[in-house]
């Protein structure tokens, strides 16, 4: 197993010794692996095109043409990307988490090498993974470091010595009936939904330095305690609202130091399926958001008890998740046209027409970045950057049949994702 050093900031609360910043060795041409027959595994199939495992040699193959589905990043642009990576547990496994990194450590965790593949592909300088199952040893988010450092599929490996995981809410238990049916337990009783604990969380990887001192998290913070909020009057005890926290996951301020300038990575994500979802706290969720960027979030605290919003001017991107399926029954207007962040509206980089794609009911929309059978695609995972940054390039990675990776988004594919990677580059005056 590769040695890792983990640097852990201190914090007022107890849950916030899980905060760790991972320094990952530069990328390698093998991974360590146990047997595909190690306890708890959970068989994988991966098509025979994929084999062999990564680290091993791969056979020449013809190649799609690259250009068609992939953008070139300027060398003085830095590139922010995001994916909804799903890589997550078996939820009927008697020990979920550990039956993941168990699967993950065979070297050929199929979800995990598409997710490496996607994003050796696109080359984000930073790329933030959500809906990944979060560990107190941070086990999952370094094998995964593994996945991106080996090349998957005639791919190059990257290097990201940096990496950012904390605590998630995503099946913390809550103690209290939150759902209202008459038993206390399960999904719906979390704080945020989840069917064990830690089950959707985020993973930052960056190239470039993480200021771990900096770092501020908000996963304690209480939806009752947001002015204004838009809480249902009589729906949860006093009991109840004195544990439910606001972010089903958590909400982060992650500073990046790109060549001595500071930017500000401000995540989140939602936990609850679209079935499960409560508009009600996710508009809440991204107005807290909005209010944070913009410098009006003065009654928010962090989950070292300090209340500060970032300052007029502060160099940022807001990436994750925000919302549960993109449908216009989620107030997305409150980040998409706040006058402090930007939206590229970043579309589909391919020569193929939308129009053509299989497994989406109705016409789909070149900003779509989730594909649900038998519905319409949705747009679901965001980068929008500051408006005081130099945007030269954004896009979703979406290649038609015939274009490079088209493998890792075509919904008739074992390996293909549900959802997908979307980038912004930035000019940020290197």
């Known amino acids: 197993m590769r040695m890792r050093d983990v640097a852990r900031p201190g914090a007022a609360l107890a849950f916030a010794a899980g905060l760790s910043l991972i320094v990952i060795p530069a990328a390698q041409s093998t991974t360590s692996a146990q047997g595909a027959g190690a306890a708890g595994v959970t068989e994988t199939v991966t098509p025979l095109s994929l084999y062999p495992a990564p680290g091993q040699p791969t056979p020449s193959e013809p190649e799609a043409e690259v250009s068609t589905s ?41 979800q995990s090498r598409a997710v490496a593949q996607t994003v050796q592909i696109n080359d984000p300088d930073v790329v933030i993974l959500t809906g990944v199952t979060y560990d107190e040893q941070q086990q999952i988010a370094e094998e995964l470091g593994g996945y991106l450092s080996a090349g998957q599929h005639t791919e190059t490996g990257l290097d990201y010595p940096y990496v950012f995981t904390a605590p998630t809410n995503s099946g913390r238990e809550s103690g209290v009936d939150l759902d209202g049916d008459g038993t206390i337990g399960g999904a719906g009783d979390a704080i945020g939904y989840g069917e064990y604990s830690g089950q959707y969380g985020t993973v930052i990887f960056s190239r470039y330095p993480i200021l771990e001192d900096q770092v501020r998290t908000f996963q304690n913070f209480l939806w009752s305690d947001l002015p204004e909020s838009s809480m249902p009057e009589g729906r949860f005890s006093d009991l109840e609202s004195s544990v439910l926290r606001l972010n089903e996951t958590s909400l982060w301020d992650v500073p990046v130091e790109v060549d001595g300038q500071k930017i500000h990575v401000v995540t989140t994500s939602v936990a609850a399926p679209p079935d499960d979802a409560d508009p009600d706290r996710g508009d809440d969720i ?61 579309q589909a980089v391919t020569e193929v027409p939308i129009a053509e794609r299989p497994g989406s009911q109705g016409e789909p929309e070149a900003v779509a970045t989730r594909q649900i059978a038998g519905e319409p695609d949705r747009r679901a995972s965001f980068v929008l950057p500051s408006a005081a940054l130099e945007v030269s390039g954004s896009g979703v990675f979406w290649p038609g049949e015939g274009e490079h990776g088209y493998e890792v988004v075509n919904p008739d594919s074992s390996y293909s994702l549900d959802d997908r990677l979307v980038w912004v580059d930035l000019t940020i005056g290197r």
């Open 70 to 110: 992939v953008v070139p990043k300027d060398e003085d642009d830095l590139r922010v990307a995001t994916l909804h990576a799903d890589v997550t547990a078996d939820s009927e496994a008697e020990q979920p988490v550990e039956n993941l990194i168990n699967s993950l450590r065979t070297g050929n965790h199929t």
């Open 286 to 346: 991204r107005r807290v958001v909005a209010d944070y960027v913009s410098g009006h979030a003065w009654y928010l605290y962090d989950d070292d008890g300090e209340t500060a919003s970032l300052l007029p001017g502060t160099p940022f991107v807001v990436a994750g998740v925000p919302a549960a399926e993109g449908s216009s029954a989620e107030d997305l207007a409150v980040l998409l046209d706040s006058p402090v962040l930007q939206d590229t509206e970043p």
